[in-house]
T-cell receptor, first 109, second 114 residues
Framework: AQRVTQPEKLLSVFKGAPVELKCNYS??????LFWYVQYSRQRLQLLLR??SRESIKGFTADLNKGETSFHLKKPFAQEEDSAMYYC???????????FGKGTKLSVIP | DTEVTQTPKHLVMGMTNKKSLKCEQH?????MYWYKQKAKKPPELMFV???????INESVPSRFSPECPNSSLLNLHLHALQPEDSALYLC?????????????FGSGTRLTVV
């Protein structure tokens, strides 16, 4: 069975401090991993997908298959980064996306 | 058009009512999804339509009935709901199986069952 674990329900950091949102997954096959973000009263948006190795809004995430992790990082947090972040796992050839329970990031001015 | 549009944004219905939620996308996506999201919880998959055919039904009670009239539209028919069905219902779409591109989500319909 596939599973996504986000160990922190809430993460508070000061503006300008580095941010790391943790995500670990359990899946025996080849995973497809994503980060989604949900700002207050806005729709769930795709932030990053591991396959594209891109940086969006200063965020990056690297898939570490050895540690089965896909942590989201940003060197300098901004107030507008405050939101709920979900890590999600997809399987090649499947429509199903398994979400973690989410981490609420709060950036303190 | 790069959005998924859901209507209505809010819906209050009694337990004996029949109502429908609507979802529309014009991105040419061939997979469409219904998710249920309770407060402060992650979205939970309900149904998947692939090429207008029901592909996945995650053991959803029959009081929820999905329909995909064409490749751009997805409906969710509601009948005899319970108060515990109150939640945010999200529609999403993806290019085929979505594992490379991810999903595009609508802003949701906030449903309250009284």
């Amino acid at each position: 069975a596939q599973r996504v674990t986000q160990p922190e329900k809430l993460l508070s950091v000061f503006k300008g401090a580095p941010v790391e949102l943790k995500c670990n997954y359990s899946y025996s096959g080849s995973p497809e991993l994503f980060w989604y973000v949900q700002y207050s009263r806005q729709r769930l948006q795709l932030l990053l997908r591991h396959i594209s190795r891109e940086s969006i809004k200063g965020f990056t995430a690297d898939l570490n298959k050895g540690e089965t992790s896909f942590h989201l990082k940003k060197p300098f947090a901004q107030e507008e980064d405050s939101a709920m972040y979900y890590c999600a796992l997809g399987r090649a050839g499947s429509y199903q996306l398994t979400f973690g329970k989410g981490t609420k990031l709060s950036v303190i001015p | 058009d790069t959005e998924v549009t859901q209507t209505p944004k809010h819906l209050v219905m009694g337990m004996t009512n029949k109502k429908s939620l609507k979802c529309e996308q014009h991105m040419g996506h061939r997979a469409m999804y219904w998710y249920k999201q309770k407060a402060k919880k992650p979205p939970e998959l309900m149904f998947v339509y692939s090429y207008e055919k029901l592909s996945i039904n995650e053991s959803v009670p029959s009081r929820f009935s999905p329909e995909c009239p064409n490749s751009s539209l997805l409906n969710l028919h509601l009948h005899a709901l319970q108060p515990e069905d109150s939640a945010l219902y999200l529609c999403a779409s993806s290019q085929d199986q979505g594992q490379y591109y991810g999903y595009t989500f609508g802003s949701g319909t906030r449903l309250t069952v009284v």
